[in-house]
């Protein structure tokens, strides 16, 4: 069964640590998930953006086949289903699909019409007891079309969309998707305090989680960062372990070829990546 992400979130807060988002893609990255998360005993939140829901066939797909795999893979920790980046007419669509959790972007809005928006899907979202994720100061870099400009969130605009009833916040603190430039200036820990200190007990969100040292990672649980999102990271692995694949030599396109085993070495790839980053978030052990 999906469960909200808020209850696992206010729990990470309390206990300080972080809960691994980890975008999902296809079958294979969706089982290496739910199963490194039962095996580490992690609650785990599953990542769907907008495109990657059009290329599995659909939020009602989805749904189905994350509900099969919780049931027939006896996955026994707490896992949401999530719309990451979400449009306002998306995070309808995923609700009404039975997605637990859903993040609505309206950072690239002037902050009323932010408020506007995210006030309406706040009512909608609980009155079918799913939890809601919103965003100030839009994250830098593109991920599936959704481009930021790594933007650091005001402080008290973060407070004006905390206190619409949200249960989780996105504050842009100079994160950015994809892979960080050699230049990159790193977090805000500045603003990130100051985005804590007014927002009080709301769970705060990083996302672009790929390429922050450990470092800034454990220094952004302790200002109250409890849901981490990782993505890039996983492609890059993913791809990284079926090229070598290729490259040792195995017949692909011979008599015989079983796609399975061309996709196994990114399986492993990806099992392994999730597990080290819910070590790193202190996740580990918390279901």
């Known amino acids: 069964m999906l469960t909200a992400a808020k209850e696992m979130l206010d729990k990470a807060k309390a206990g300080k640590y972080a809960v691994g988002q980890f975008n999902i893609n296809n079958l294979e990255w969706t089982k290496a998930v739910l199963l490194t998360a039962k095996e580490n005993k992690s609650p785990v939140i ?32 707490p896992v949401a289903l999530h719309l990451d980046h979400g449009s306002y007419e998306h995070a309808i669509k ?53 481009i930021g400009k790594g933007e650091v969130a005001d402080a008290t ?6 206190d619409l009833g949200i249960d989780m916040l996105a504050a842009g ?28 007990i709301m769970p705060l969100v990083l996302h672009g989680g790929t390429g922050i ?48 085993k061309l996709l196994a070495p990114g399986y492993e790839a990806i099992k392994k990546t999730v597990k080290e980053k819910m070590e790193l978030f202190g996740s580990v052990g918390q279901a």
């Open 46 to 77: 599953l990542g769907v953006s907008e495109g990657a829901g059009k290329y599995m066939g659909g939020y009602n797909t989805i749904v189905g086949m994350v509900k099969g795999m919780i049931k027939d893979l006896d996955i026994d920790v």
């Open 94 to 146: 995923c609700i009404e699909a039975g997605f637990s959790s859903v993040m609505f972007d309206g950072s690239h809005y002037p902050i009323l019409e932010n408020i506007r928006k995210t006030e309406e899907l706040v009512k909608f979202a609980h009155s079918r007891n799913v939890s809601i994720e919103a965003e100030v100061g839009s994250i830098g870099g593109e991920e599936d079309g959704v």
């Open 157 to 162: 605009e973060c407070k004006l969309i905390a």
């Open 173 to 200: 603190i100079g994160n950015i998707h994809g892979k960080y430039p050699d230049n990159w200036a790193g977090l805000d820990f500045k603003a990130l305090a100051e985005i804590q200190e007014l927002t009080g």
């Open 213 to 260: 040292s450990e470092e800034m990672i454990r220094e952004s649980i302790s200002l109250g960062v409890s849901k981490i999102n990782v993505n890039t990271e996983c492609q890059l692995t993913f791809a990284a372990a079926t090229r070598k694949y290729i490259e040792e030599g195995h017949d692909i396109l011979g008599k015989g070829f079983d796609p399975r």
